[in-house]
């Protein structure tokens, strides 16, 4: 089955530097990718989404571009805010309705 | 905006008990989900649904039941509750594999 793996467990950063958040995935489709948002005691919501090769994309002054030779689609943002603050997950979309998450990436930022 | 609703917010069970948790959508999505959310697992599928009628395993189905009779209903139903089942749990809509899903807001069981 399809599989997602990203960055384990906890980020910690000062306010106003870069992050990147590795996610690589498995599937035997052609692939659409997502990455959610969790902020604390919130609904996930989406944050970004592609299945086009090569391409980046843009949110919220977030990033990703969807890599299909390295079965990739970090997130990254050039300067994180108090306010990026939250659990973020990646998906995999395959050749059904499922979407395959991973284990979620907590990113916490500190002034 | 997508509208999600799941009722209760919140709940306490005992185990060997009967829990059902609802989750209505607005949106005239074909698909819905039901997710559980643990520390350390991200989010897990635990059923979904193509349309009324139609009921799907997904990743981790054991011990829970769903139930799709309508577009906008969707049921997750745990006959006998156990422990391991304390968690929290989402339902979502959307329309298809490349589609947003929309996430309701979550319920927290505890099954004592």
């Known amino acids: 089955g399809d599989s997602v793996t990203q960055t384990e467990g906890l980020v910690t950063l000062t306010k106003g530097l870069p992050v990147m958040l590795n996610c690589t995935y498995q599937?035997?489709?052609?692939?659409?990718l997502f990455w959610y948002v969790q902020h604390l005691n919130e609904a996930p919501k989406l944050l970004l989404k592609s299945s086009t090769d090569n391409k980046r994309t843009e949110h919220q002054g977030f990033y990703a571009t969807l890599h299909k030779s390295s079965s990739s689609f970090h997130l990254q943002k050039s300067s994180v805010q108090l306010s990026d603050s939250a659990l973020y997950f990646c998906g995999v979309g395959g050749s059904n309705a499922k979407l395959t998450f991973g284990k979620g990436t907590k990113l916490s930022v500190k002034s | 905006e997508a509208a999600v609703t799941q009722s209760p917010r919140n709940k306490v069970a005992v185990t060997g008990g009967k829990v059902t948790l609802s989750c209505n959508q607005t949106?005239?999505?074909?698909?819905m989900y039901w997710y559980r959310q643990d520390t350390g697992h991200g989010l897990r599928l635990i059923h979904y649904s193509y349309g009324a009628g139609s009921t799907e395993k997904g990743d981790i189905p054991d011990g829970y039941k769903a139930s799709r009779p309508s577009q906008e209903n969707f049921s997750l139903i745990l006959e006998l509750a156990t422990p391991s089942q304390t968690s929290v749990y989402f339902c979502a809509s959307g329309d298809g594999t490349k589609d947003t899903q929309y996430f309701g807001p979550g319920t927290r069981l505890l099954v004592l």
């Open positions: 599937t035997t489709y052609s692939p659409f």
């Open positions: 949106n005239n999505h074909n698909n």
